[in-house]
């Protein structure tokens, strides 16, 4: 009963922490959606007025050749991404202890974004209409999932040091909450994963 209460009590005060940081970071948040739109459409304009492939692989920090090697639905794969997702959710986690470490959050945010759109040009500019299915149905909306989780775990982190900061707060449920956001972000790369598999997809977003 005890553990009951305490999982009941954690699961309410979580939803009104939510609910209450997303109101009080409007602003922020509206700011960081546009960047990351900006993002997006940079890199789509990217991608397609470039003329050397090769250049656009080397903007992601990795080679066209394993980005389309057809690995993604791999175990292998799925842990690289999990591994990439842990330190992007260790980030985020360290950047909303001050918010004066906004701009560099936005910096992390921006630049998923940004790779977002330049990877899924890429997809369509080399595999045509023949990616339309992966690229819309699996790709898409998961990629645009794990970043909505990054940017609300941030500003709702954000709220919840606020506010221990003003009145005093458990660790735990900060760290509960990190736990969740990392859950949250891995059953989506789960998901990517098992879809593309069904789907034979070759390729996929490693950001």
Request: proline share 1%; net charge positive.
């Amino acid at each position: 009963m005890v553990k009951s209460y305490k999982s009941h009590s954690f699961i309410n005060g979580l939803k009104f922490s939510c609910s209450n940081a997303i109101k009080q970071n409007k602003i922020k948040l509206i700011l960081t959606l546009a960047l990351v739109l900006v993002a997006i459409f940079t890199g789509v304009f990217v991608a397609i007025k470039s003329n050397n492939s090769h250049s656009l692989g080397q903007l992601q920090e990795i080679s066209l050749g394993d980005f389309y090697s057809g690995v993604a639905a791999s175990s292998s794969a799925f842990f690289s991404r999990t591994i990439s997702l842990l330190v992007n959710v260790v980030l985020i986690a360290l950047l909303s202890f001050s918010v004066f470490l906004f701009p560099i959050a936005e910096v992390l945010f921006v630049y998923r974004g940004y790779l977002f759109g330049l990877n899924f040009t890429l997809i369509f500019i080399m595999y045509g209409m023949g990616s339309i299915i992966t690229a819309i149905v699996v790709i898409l909306p998961c990629q645009l999932l794990t970043l909505g989780v990054l940017i609300l775990g941030y500003i709702i982190l954000q709220r919840l040091n606020a506010n221990c900061k003003k009145f005093g707060g458990s660790e735990s449920n900060r760290f509960l909450f990190v736990l969740l956001m990392f859950l949250l972000v891995v059953l989506i790369n789960l998901l990517e994963t098992l879809l593309l598999f069904m789907l034979n997809g070759k390729v996929i977003l490693v950001i």
